[in-house]
């Protein structure tokens, strides 16, 4: 059986598509400030949750998440469009996230209201770092399915979008984690955490 590929493939094709290289800057439901356009936030969703995916709110990253545990099984994986190297990114970045967090890592609220205290820490520590490597760096891992950036400002904003995505992620994929209320993780989440997507790693 081969790994799924994205469904936004058409999408990221189309001319009115916005490409760096050959990476998508694709719509995203995030309240982070970014390059991104906006698609419509759902109050009522609960954090942990995604949208359907034929609403108009659902984003490649909630299929990231979706698909996140089907194909990192995968050593291999054929790019069908642009929006695949978005879904390979996001599983990369996802398992990175994952390899942060530790079973005793706790997800009670404390005092001040702030939830999961310790692994949102350590997540949002490597999300709001900028200093990673985008397509064209020699420290890239992807290098050869990646196109670069064709000059510094291209490599800007896909170093904005990127961020913008890692920071989303990384949210989402905490909700997800702690999302049956207890202090602990996830141990069918983090049972991913030493898995290889591609034997690749950001």
């Known amino acids: 059986m081969p790994a799924y590929n994205s469904i936004f493939n058409q999408d990221s094709s189309s001319t009115t598509s916005q490409v760096i290289g050959n990476f998508p800057l694709l719509p995203l439901r995030t309240r982070i400030r970014g390059p991104a356009y906006t698609l419509p936030l759902d109050a009522s969703l609960p954090a942990h949750l995604s949208p359907e995916p034929d609403s108009e709110s659902y984003d490649a990253l909630d299929e990231v998440l979706s698909l996140f545990r089907a194909n990192t099984f995968f050593r291999n994986f054929e790019i069908q469009g642009p929006a695949d190297r978005l879904m390979i990114y996001g599983i990369l970045w996802v398992s990175e996230c994952l390899g942060k967090i530790r079973p005793s890592m706790s997800g009670r609220a404390l005092a001040d209201g702030d939830g999961n205290r310790e692994a949102q820490k350590e997540v949002q520590n490597i999300a709001l770092d900028n200093n990673f490597a985008i397509p064209g760096d020699p420290g890239f891992p992807l290098n050869q399915m990646f196109n ?12 904005q979008y990127l961020a913008q995505v890692r920071q989303e992620l990384a949210s989402r994929l905490l909700a997800r984690i702690y999302e049956d209320g207890t202090d602990k993780p996830s141990k069918w989440w983090l049972s991913f955490a030493k898995r290889k997507f591609m034997g690749k790693s950001l």
Request: overall charge neutral; glycine content about 0%.
């Open 148 to 159: 670069p950036p064709t000059n510094r400002q291209e490599a800007e904003l896909l170093r």
